[in-house]
């Protein structure tokens, strides 16, 4: 029996450094319930640290979490991955890492990238430089995350900065993206106004949420069988009477 679930796939955590430090799994959660979700994506920049956290601190609260990154191309556009379990992310995890630009993050310049637990307590720190680009092309980030089962979407496509056609201009026909998401404040039919080359794609909105109150701020609608990888695909492509509402 299909039915509707209503999911933000973009959401930062406290890990990401532009985040607000409240941003802590089980506070997502909680404000993930108060917003009526059904489902969340967790899409910290370069790392998924913080995903199996979300994922235990979402037990009982209905909610499904799925686990993911928002990573940054050689090309410095974003593109976010989303997958049904921890391992898969952090799977894709250590690819970023392998390609993530050297150095080491400077917390009073960038911002903390905190590791907490289910219980909001801090576990540690990412030290690494997560809000820098990864030498990883597009192309082979969306081959990586297909690669793991996930999906692949251009983070917040009308944007001047970190967007695919913000970078390039356009989107490569040959780039195999699953969905393109809109910022929280565009409209889509705005937006395709001035990008009609989107029009190919299936097209999301999510909050890309770095402050608890962001939670919910845009979202998407999927009907289906069960909150899924696979289901969402399905949606995305409008199969077996699958599909999405914006």
């Not at 391992?87 to 392998?98: C, K, M, N, R």
């Not at 907490?116 to 995350?145: C, H, P, Q, W």
């Not at 962001?214 to 990888?229: R, S, V």
Request: with cysteine; aromatic share 6%; glycine share 6%.
């Amino acid at each position: 029996m299909l039915k509707w679930f209503r999911a933000d796939l973009h959401v930062h955590t406290c890990l990401s450094p532009c985040a607000d430090l409240t941003m802590s799994p089980k506070r997502i959660i909680l404000k993930a319930r108060e917003k009526e979700l059904n489902i969340i994506g967790i899409t910290d920049h370069n790392s998924a640290e913080n995903v199996e956290a979300t994922k235990r601190a979402s037990q009982g609260k209905n909610i499904k979490v799925l686990c993911g990154m928002e990573i940054s191309s050689a090309e410095e556009a974003h593109v976010i991955a989303l997958f049904d379990t921890a391992d898969a992310a952090l799977g894709l995890q250590s690819q970023v890492y392998e390609h993530l630009t050297p150095g080491e993050n400077k917390d009073g310049v960038f911002g903390e990238q905190i590791i907490a637990n289910e219980f909001d307590e801090v576990e540690g720190y990412n030290k690494r430089l997560l809000i820098a680009s990864t030498m990883m092309r597009l192309s082979d980030i969306v081959r990586e995350i297909h690669a793991f089962g996930g999906i692949a979407v251009a983070s917040h496509i009308d944007r001047e900065s970190f967007s695919i056609i913000g970078q390039l201009g356009f989107i490569p026909p040959d780039l195999k993206l699953d969905a393109v998401e809109i910022s929280s404040h565009a409209h889509s039919e705005e937006v395709l106004q001035q990008f009609p080359d989107i029009a190919r794609f299936p097209i999301i909105t999510a909050s890309d949420a770095h402050f608890l109150d962001d939670i919910g701020m845009a979202t998407t609608n999927f009907l289906l069988e069960q909150p899924t990888i696979d289901e969402i695909r399905m949606a995305l492509h409008n199969e077996k009477g699958r599909k999405i509402s914006v």
